[in-house]
């Protein structure tokens, strides 16, 4: 990765050591991001409610931290994500974000799932198409899974079409039930 979290936080301050400590380094980010202060944005210039290349760059370090990596993403961590894509009115990271939170929810949905999930590095990383992994879980991802990813999107300012995109694909796969709701899911007229 190339940008490097900024020097003058302590990287162990940050450092998770279980997913729950993982999630909760994530809710630091998301501060950041909503007061534009904190220890994320330390030593540069950054803006409430923006969310930039750095930003990113903390919540790869986070979610990948080598306590973390072999385990699937939790819950919360992914919540902590949908919170940061909420927060953000402003953004230049080039869509790195989006394609972060994506994958991230579908490591969490095909483990919760039951499925087999690669490391984190791997399934996050930037280089790495979500297609190489996810497409086929999605014929067994459980529907309590997309009506829970389902229920995260609804009503939100911000429309994550990568992340839209990983539903529909599910949706194609696996539910044909909740397909006759997309309309209302994703807030789009038919």
């Given at each position: 990765?190339?940008?490097?979290?900024?020097?003058?936080?302590?990287?162990?301050?940050?450092?998770?050591?279980?997913?729950?400590?993982?999630?909760?380094?994530?809710?630091?980010?998301?501060?950041?991001?909503?007061?534009?202060?904190?220890?994320?944005?330390?030593?540069?210039?950054?803006?409430?409610?923006?969310?930039?290349?750095?930003?990113?760059?903390?919540?790869?370090?986070?979610?990948?931290?080598?306590?973390?990596?072999?385990?699937?993403?939790?819950?919360?961590?992914?919540?902590?994500?949908?919170?940061?894509?909420?927060?953000?009115?402003?953004?230049?990271?080039?869509?790195?974000?989006?394609?972060?939170?994506?994958?991230?929810?579908?490591?969490?949905?095909?483990?919760?799932?039951?499925?087999?999930?690669?490391?984190?590095?791997?399934?996050?990383?930037?280089?790495?198409?979500?297609?190489?992994?996810?497409?086929?879980?999605?014929?067994?991802?459980?529907?309590?899974?997309?009506?829970?990813?389902?229920?995260?999107?609804?009503?939100?300012?911000?429309?994550?079409?990568?992340?839209?995109?990983?539903?529909?694909?599910f949706l194609g796969a696996t539910a044909?039930?909740?397909?006759?709701?997309?309309?209302?899911?994703?807030?789009?007229?038919?």
């Amino acid at each position: 990765m190339s940008a490097a979290a900024p020097k003058s936080v302590e990287p162990s301050s940050l450092e998770p050591s279980c997913r729950d400590t993982a999630a909760h380094a994530l809710s630091v980010v998301r501060d950041g991001v909503i007061t534009g202060e904190g220890p994320t944005t330390k030593g540069r210039v950054h803006f409430s409610r923006s969310l930039d290349a750095d930003d990113i760059a903390w919540c790869t370090r986070i979610l990948t931290a080598t306590a973390v990596n072999d385990q699937p993403v939790s819950r919360a961590e992914a919540e902590i994500l949908f919170e940061i894509n909420e927060a953000a009115t402003e953004r230049t990271d080039g869509g790195r974000f989006d394609d972060l939170l994506a994958k991230a929810v579908a490591h969490h949905a095909a483990s919760a799932s039951g499925l087999k999930v690669p490391p984190r590095s791997v399934a996050l990383a930037a280089d790495t198409d979500i297609e190489s992994w996810a497409p086929s879980y999605a014929s067994k991802v459980n529907s309590e899974m997309l009506e829970w990813i389902a229920g995260q999107m609804r009503g939100k300012r911000h429309n994550n079409r990568r992340l839209m995109a990983m539903v529909a694909t599910f949706l194609g796969a696996t539910a044909l039930p909740l397909a006759g709701q997309l309309p209302n899911v994703f807030d789009i007229g038919m």
